[in-house]
């Protein structure tokens, strides 16, 4: 066993002694950051894309759905992105990969930011949209395998946990600053414009603009990094070799589940539901995702050092059990007292309780594949868990409210992910302390 570990160390795809840590970890979490601030930005104005790219119905849910489902779609295009980028990056070198993603999300960010309006070009409109968040799944499902298998293969044995949050904490970064993009452009575009209605009417492209300004750093950065062009050719190793790893492929989808909508109903989802279900303003939906990146970078950090302190599923346990517990009573408060203040809480802690256990789920997912097919296993496990339940969790959500009635109707359907989660934990061991396969 010792002499795999030392001869795979020997042919390692990321040569951690040539690259500075810190260079590594500010390379990826750029890149990353940026990647998802392109993939999020949809959240914080699908109200008014909604009403853009859709046409008018008597429904006053129909265009939001429509919206979310948009959003869902891209979400399909992950597990094609994770298995072709993937394969990629475990084949040619994970800095290739990650200037392939960022290149490919630029691209769908543009899309969307010069797409041509439902009124304006009719479905063609809709067409170029749904298009672009296509394109735009593609990138996201490779990111995160090229991305994550960089940070744990860079990372000294005792700091896996820490450098591996770098991942998730990016995602809270990307949030954060969409929130105050929104937030900024809400408040002062109307005043200096003279537009009452220029937010919805053209201020939400101006974000994916930016987004799309920012790629060539990102390229820029990346380029810097040590190559990591495998010296031996993996030809050998194509995609197939994950059928020696199905169980820990079906595991690691389990797992994902219940991190993955958690993410989604608590960091996106909150504000949203705020704002259409409880008549807030859409400055406090604009907030309450604000507050959820900020807790999703601070936390991301902390649980990184719980992890390489405590393990991998003590955390994940636990932050399972204490979503189950507060869920329902969370929306009951929420839509019993519809106040800012209510709301804000609710956030921070969901937020805190979902990035308790998403820190070290994604981590153990990496650690379940070996090297060779890392960025593969991890990509693929990852996209088709957020694929089938994350993406749509926004619009199940929504529908599930429609179909039933009851404003509870999301809470349940959080529940369930998290039962579903939690039932995998027995069948996984602990991979903290242990060396990378």
Known sequence: ???????????????????????????????????????????????????????????????????????????????????????????????????????????????????????????????????????????????????????????PPNRRGFYSSWSLATQGIATVVGGVSALALSAALPVLSGEPNAMAEWGWRIPFFIGVALAPLGCWLRLGLESDRPSVPRAHEPPAQLRKHSRAVVLGVMLTIGATVATYISMYYLGTYAVKYLGMAQAYGYAAMLLAGLVTFGGSLLVGHWCDRYGRLPLIRWSRIAILIVALPAFWWLSAVPHPAVLLLIVALLVGLTTLGSVPTMLMISELFPQRIRALGFALVYSLGVAIFGGFAQYIASQSIALSGSLLAPAVYLMLATLASLAVLPLLRETGGEPLR
């Open 1 to 155: 066993m010792m002499s795999e570990n030392t001869a795979e160390t020997q042919t390692a795809i990321i040569s951690a002694p040539n690259a500075s840590g810190k260079k590594v970890i500010f390379a990826a979490s750029f890149g990353n950051a940026l990647e998802f601030f392109d993939f999020g930005i949809y959240n914080f104005f699908v109200i008014y894309i909604s009403v853009l790219f859709f046409p008018p119905s008597s429904d006053p849910h129909l265009a939001l759905l429509l919206a979310f489902a948009t959003f869902g779609v891209s979400f399909f295009m992950r597990p094609l992105g994770g298995i072709l980028i993937g394969a990629y990056a475990d084949r040619c070198g994970r800095k290739p990969a990650m200037i392939l993603t960022i290149s490919l999300m630029s691209l769908g960010t543009a899309m969307i930011g010069f797409a041509p309006t439902y009124a304006s070009a009719g479905y063609w409109g809709t067409v170029t949209l749904v298009a672009a968040r296509l394109i735009q799944g593609v990138a996201a499902g490779g990111e995160v395998g090229a991305s994550m298998s960089l940070l744990v293969e860079s990372a």
